[in-house]
């Protein structure tokens, strides 16, 4: 395994200074948002200029990208015609895992199965697998979904961020039977009532799920994903978890 970090932890910045900054802090691993609601790299931006998203992305100050987050805001056709470009992009740059999230609460499942069949059918095509993220709100809320999920469609897996199960209804449901699905982690620290604290002051157990993740296999990415916070030095709470994840290691 290795230590990552997303250019969600300054989502207000263009890409090239995040890069910047994350090279800075010596990550050797960057997890770029792809977000149509933020100004790094919407991916409705890759769909109408794809040969300078590409340019952009390639230019990492020699830091790896291990993943891209997938936040596209369409629905219908518009959404595969950018979730497709998004996938030459991986293929382009060598990225085999995306994240993407599921459906609301509410969604059919069945509807989800169809949703995601498609999703996968577009991304194996081109070499690309994809990990629904383990969200608050979302069908991957529950342990017992997810799980359900990617045994209906092969090719699905997750992107696990245990603060999402630590903080939800469902804190008491056992994650560890989806470890073998994991494609992709997102770490923060968290509390039961809060879901990012600063490090060192929350609940989330890094060596227990080090220790898990080794016994199913996992040696991909530990992607530091936190928020920015009124009166929080990202660039200092960064440099904490890094130094944290890789004492562990």
Do not use: W
Request: aromatic share 6%; hydrophobic share 35%; proline share 5%.
């Amino acid at each position: 395994m290795f230590v990552a970090a997303s250019t969600s932890c300054f989502p207000d910045i263009p890409l090239p200074d995040v890069i910047e900054v994350l090279s800075d802090l010596e990550f050797t691993c960057v997890e770029i948002v792809l977000d149509d609601k933020g100004i790094q790299m919407p991916p409705a931006r890759i769909l109408e200029d794809f040969d300078e998203c590409l340019r952009i992305v390639r230019d990492t100050h020699r830091l790896d990208i291990c993943s891209y987050n997938v936040k596209i805001d369409a629905e219908g056709e518009p959404f595969y015609d950018r979730f497709t470009k998004i996938c030459d992009l991986a293929k382009a740059t060598k990225v085999v895992s995306l994240t993407i999230p599921s459906g609301e609460h509410g969604t059919p499942f069945n509807q989800e199965v169809e949703h995601l069949q498609r999703l996968v059918e577009i991304a194996e095509s081109r070499g690309v697998r994809i990990g629904l993220k383990s969200q608050m709100g979302c069908l991957s809320e529950d342990p017992d979904t997810v799980k359900n999920l990617c045994d209906y469609v092969p090719g699905v897996g997750l992107t696990l961020d245990p603060s999402h199960y630590l903080c939800s209804n469902n804190r008491n449901k056992n994650y560890e039977k989806l470890l073998k699905y994991v494609y992709h982690v997102q770490l923060r620290d968290s509390k039961k009532d809060q879901l990012q604290v600063r490090v060192g002051q929350g609940e989330i157990e890094y060596g227990r799920l080090i220790t898990q993740l080794q016994s199913v296999g996992y040696d991909l990415a530990l992607s530091v994903d936190m928020t920015p916070m009124e009166g929080m030095d990202m660039r200092q709470e960064l440099r904490k978890l890094r130094l944290l994840l890789d004492s562990l290691l």
